[in-house]
Structures are given as C-alpha cells and as structure tokens.
C-alpha cells in the first residue's frame, strides 16, 4: 500500500506540473448557469462538528466565474513547480484569476475567435504529452475526478478555449503599441543611477551554415504530393486534418496549421508574400521556402490581419548529398584556420544561410533582436555548442535539423564578449527599449483594466470583499 501511495503521489505531482497555466483557470459557464449557481455554498459537517465549505462560487466577472476550489488548485500547481506559496495570499490568487477572466470575457465581447479545430489540436497534443508521462488515460481522468473521458475532454476543452481567448486579448492590447526613440531617452532618464539595471555577461555569436543538395526529383515528390493535397480539400476534404497528419511544422502542426498573421509579423518574406497574394477561400501552389515547401490556405481576412493554414514538407536529403555538404565545410573550416579568408569573408561568400550571411554570418538574438547572447538566458543547446570555444576558435563541423528532416552542417565562432555590466544607454540601446516598451505596454493595460472593469458585471462574495486588490474589482 505504502507504495501504491508513493506511486501516485509522483503521478499526481507530474500531472500537476505538466498543466501548470492551464488548469489555474475553472470551466467556462453560460450566464443563465451562473445566475442560478453564483450565490450557492455547499457545506458538510466534519467530524469535529464544525462546519466547512466544500466549494462555491466566489466571483462572477461577466459571463465567468471563479471558485473557491480554483484558488486551492493555482497553490498546488505552483507547489508542484517547486515555488514558493508562503508569500502569496488567497486575495493576491483570486485577484490573478479574476484577471484571466476578465480577458476572456472582452475577448468575446471583441469578437476575437479561437476556433474549435485550434483547440482540439491544443488538446490532442497536450493530452498525449500527458497521457506519455503518467502511463493512461484511465490516470488522468482519475487526478480530475472526472467520471468519463468525454466528460473530462469536454472540461479541458473549455479551460483550454477560455486560456486560449485570454492570450488573444492580452495580445490585442499590446500589439499596436510602439515606442519612439525620445520616449526611450526619457524612460532612461527617469531611472536614478543607483537603481540602474545590471546586465550580465553577453557574448556575439557568428555561424556558417552548408545545407546539403537536395534533388531535382525529391522536390518535385513532395511538390506532387502537396498538389495533391490541394485537389483533395478541394474535392471536399479537410485542410486542417491534413496539416495535423501531414504537416512538418512543428510550431503549427498541432492546431492544423493554424497562424494569424498581419504585415509586421515575423513571417519569413516568401511565405508573407504569398499568404497576402490570395483571396478568402483560396488555396496556393506549392511554394519554396528555406524550411521546404508549403501550401497556404487563407480561411479568412480581418482587416489588416490573416487567418491561414499552412503545410510544410520537406524534400529527403540523401546521404551523398551529407556528406557532399560535410566534406565542403570541412574544407572552409581549413581555409579559415589556414588564414586563407576570415570567418566573416567566408560566411558572406559560402554559407547558404540567407539570414546571416550579410552581417558575415553573425546570429540575432530572437529575444531581444540585438546581436547579444546574455549567457544566463541562452538557449541551450546554443550554450552548449560555444560555451568552451576560446577565443578566435571555430567549433567543429555541427550537424543541425532546427526543422523537421531539413539538416545541414554549421560552423560556430564567439565574435566577441562583454562582461557584466550597468546599463549604459549608448551600449544597450536595444534592451533599454524593450524595457521601456514594456513599461508602456503594462501601462496601457491598467489603463485596459480601469475602463473594462467599470463596464462588466463583477460581484465578489463573501470574505474575498475584504481583500485589498491591485485592480480596483469593488467599484469602490
């Protein structure tokens, strides 16, 4: 017995962490459930005789609730991630999902749409994560105390739509803000030196990328097949489905291919330019990228914005063709370190990567888009590969597959490194900015929160109207 219980302490601890953010957040209820359930408590005797809530509503935010159970499960989630709940009061957790529903709710109210195919791919694949780490499906409909698995997918479902709608609006708010240079200079000037932020050790990256030749008649196998495609969702069948079955996009496989796109999204040029050459309903040929070739099929056009499924296959690599592409940068790996032509001379003249091989082969932070890697956030499999490189050193030949089946071979050197150091608005413009813009953007979503709160229903129940909140929830 003793260890059956350990046994599903761990599995229990697992599934909590695994849905930590997503189970903070109680199932969405329509508004005619709410006004028969929003002021029902239920209570039971214990054995001490006293009396105990078991659970009831304690804030409806428009068309949403929150429970009293919800605000035990965000400590145990929390817990279960190994952080600390000592500091945090039930006020301070019921406040942070008041919050989440107070997006979701504007966010229908706005007419954003996260559709049910979006969703079901969200479940799909996060319930095989689950199901993978814990052993069954029979465990995870057990931790829930759900009675069926469509009982417990229909609630998932509806935690995962409402978290989902949240992101979107929270999104919404801030995507349109900008931030000019003044305001930069000005944010900077108001931080006394003493309170200044450190940033800690950085160091510029620079990489050569060979990816290996890939055949006249492997492309046109996957062009064929992505025509194929084509017809048949033409012929009736579903984009979406295909995407989930077929597609090698990790990022969009699981939601059927699903992105949202405007002008300014970080799009590779290729793909934008296609996605905004069609009309609502239409589906393209089959395009190149450097990732392989896609279709796009455009579902609908809001405005200045695209919704869009898209697949991604990938042409086979043979082995000749690796080592072809092994062998030729072993050969500018020699040429560097024979002091025939630099390592930026070779990056602008041989490499195939288009993105880097302007700047002499020198990589962009995704973060912060500057030329900087701060050590402590780095991605690790990058710190990994330049971590013991000394200084002028060129790593070994690296085999690479960032996209599914898509592998070539890079070189990596450390340009430069910079220590620990106070911000210096001249040196660390770049993140000076994101730290100005995120200032602006925080304050425009108080300012978000002000309005909206004044125009939604909110009652809070019970004790929870006593507590001193960050967002003024009692109208007071």
């Known amino acids: 017995m003793l260890l059956k219980s350990i046994h599903m302490k761990v599995i229990n601890n697992k599934i909590a962490l695994i849905f930590f953010l997503i189970l903070t957040s109680s199932t969405f209820i329509q508004a005619q459930e709410i006004i028969i359930e929003k002021e029902a408590v239920a209570v039971k005797k214990v054995q001490s005789n006293q009396r105990q809530k078991i659970d009831g509503i304690v804030a409806t935010i428009g068309d949403y609730i929150v429970l009293d159970s919800d605000i035990d499960k965000s400590y145990l989630e929390i817990s279960s991630q190994g952080g600390s709940i000592k500091d945090i009061t039930r006020c301070q957790m019921l406040g942070k999902l008041m919050e989440d529903k107070l997006y979701a709710h504007h966010a229908i109210q706005d007419s954003i749409k996260v559709t049910d195919a979006e969703v079901n791919g969200m479940m799909e694949e996060r319930l095989s994560y689950m199901v993978e780490q814990v052993g069954s ?3 995870v409909i057990d931790y829930y105390k759900k009675g069926s698995e469509e009982e417990f997918k229909t609630y998932f479902f ?3 739509k409402e978290n989902k709608l949240t992101s979107e609006m929270q999104k919404k708010i801030v995507d349109e803000i900008e ?3 003044e305001e930069v200079r000005n944010f900077f000037k108001t931080i006394p030196t003493s309170d200044l932020p450190v940033f800690g050790a950085e160091m510029e990256v620079a990489q050569i ?9 492997e492309k046109q196998k996957v062009i064929d097949k992505l025509n194929g495609f084509k017809k048949e969702v033409l012929e009736g069948s579903s984009f979406s489905t295909k995407a989930v079955l077929y597609s090698q996009d990790p990022g969009s496989r699981s939601s059927g291919g699903f992105y949202k796109m405007n002008r300014k999204t970080s799009f590779i040029k290729e793909f934008k330019d296609v996605a905004f050459s069609l009309q609502e309903g239409e589906i393209s040929a089959p395009f190149e990228t450097i990732y392989g070739f896609h279709i796009i099929y455009l579902e609908k056009i809001k405005g200045q914005e695209l919704e869009l499924r898209h697949i991604l296959l990938t042409p086979a690599v043979t082995e000749a063709s690796l080592k072809e592409a092994k062998e030729k940068i072993e050969l500018i790996r020699k040429r560097i370190q024979d002091k025939e032509i630099t390592f930026a001379e070779a990056a602008r003249t041989l490499s195939d990567e288009k993105e880097t091989r302007a700047n002499g082969g020198t990589l962009i932070n995704p973060k912060t ?10 991605d690790p499999v990058l710190y990994s590969q330049v ?3 000394k200084d002028n050193a060129i790593s070994a030949p690296i085999m690479d597959e960032p996209q599914e089946g898509k592998k070539s071979y890079k070189l990596i050197t450390v340009t430069n490194r910079i220590n620990e150091h106070t911000a210096d608005y001249a040196k660390d413009y770049i993140k000076i900015k994101e730290l100005a813009l995120k200032e602006k953007q925080f304050s425009a979503i108080g300012k978000w929160f002000d309005e909206k709160i004044k125009d939604t229903y909110i009652k809070i129940i019970g004790e929870y109207r006593d507590c001193t909140y960050t967002n003024n929830w009692l109208k007071k």
């Open 137 to 139: 499906m029979e465990k």
């Open 158 to 160: 509806d935690v995962l």
């Open 179 to 181: 931030i000019t240079p």
């Open 209 to 217: 990328v060979v990816t290996p030749k890939v055949s006249d008649a």
């Open 369 to 378: 888009h500057d030329t900087r890697f701060e050590l402590t956030k780095m």
């Open 387 to 389: 971590s013991n490189l």
